[in-house]
């Protein structure tokens, strides 16, 4: 069964940082003119677009980052607007802020990475009161700047607040603008990209259109999909999971999404108790947790989406054309990457679910670095890189194999016909 999360009424929890800099609030042709006005714009139509058992929480960073909580976690929507229109920003002299805000030692992090650390944290004292609301987002909009740091450091820091953010289940969307220094916002593209976001970059000269990308990021939450399904059996290949009494478990869903085709989403990170004797009851419980997939949603979201409007700036994971000369292709027959073709143009050319490498799959049955294509005088030879699960040509297992013209090539679920021409 598939319904939208608007038709299932599926609550969801917001946190919404904002950026209450000196950058954001200077002054343009007018206060109205101000990034900082037309972020609390949006922020106002976001909240006010919330229905039902939806819970919103408003806190704001400044340069120095020091926190300051302009709305807690609640459904008092009307509230929560007032409370983003009353609030002005502190001066960044001032010493305002939540209590405990700030550290006892110098913070070796970078005062935007800080910020994000201390949201989740405020986020994470929250989960217990959120009850049922499994959806969680965490909203930014920033300019990314510190021209103290490396932006290289930043991405880093950001790579280890994504574990966390994954392990409590929030997804953060980020809206990226600065009126100067562009360098550093695609930074926010490791926390988006990481817990399977949404980022929107908006130019200098598009100031004015703040509120409607709010408005987009309210959309797109409301056009997810919720799939219910339950397995006929308790999955096998469960691995125990130190300490808990819990295992974890790999589960794919394919769905026929009409006219544009099959979506196949892979969950390598699913966990489950441990089975009981009582079958029928642990059954009964996996069918009811299946109801709680909703990332294959976003998928389908996104396609829908796209089908209906075009352009828009939303950096995901699109695999890019290639015009130039190459020595031979790669089909994408089905997976994940079903429709797209790979030029061969390096000697080697490697393929797994890690990035860097130069095809990434992001399958539970692909590892890290699965398979590797090497050209030699026009040889080509695949090998299987110790992968889990093996790598096949046309239907049978290899270790190395030189590959012919029209060769099947299978790796986990993706399956990939080799071309010369």
Known sequence: EIETAEQTKEPVAVLILMNASNSYRIQGEGEKRSPFHKQKEGVMDFIKSLRGTDKVAVVAYRQGATLEQVYPFGSSFKAAADSVEAYKGAKEE??????????????????????????FDFYKKAVPNLGATRRRYLVIMSDGKDTLTKKSKIVRKFERTVTRLK????????????ADDQGFLSTMQTLTEGTKGLYKRIGPSDLSTIPSVWDSF??????QYTIRATLEDLPSNGEPIKGKSMMNYVISLRVNAGKDGPVEGAYPDFRLPKPSFDWMAVLKWIGIILGGLLGIGLIVGIIAAMSRRGGGDYQE?????????DRGKLHIRAGPLAGD???LIDDVTTIGSMKGNTIVIQDGSVSRRHAAIKIDQMRYEVADMNSTNGVLVNGGRIHKVFLRDGDKITIGTTEIEFRLK
Do not use: C, W
């Open 167 to 178: 392990e409590y289940g929030i997804r953060v969307m980020a809206i990226g603008y600065s």
């Open 218 to 223: 309210v959309a797109r939450i409301k056009k």
């Open 94 to 119: 001032e010493d305002l802020g939540m209590e405990g805000n700030r550290d006892s030692e110098v913070d070796a992090d970078p005062p935007f990475v800080r910020s994000v650390r201390k949201a």
């Open 317 to 325: 994971a699109v695999h890019q054309e290639y015009d130039g000369p």
């Open 341 to 343: 073709t790979y030029p």
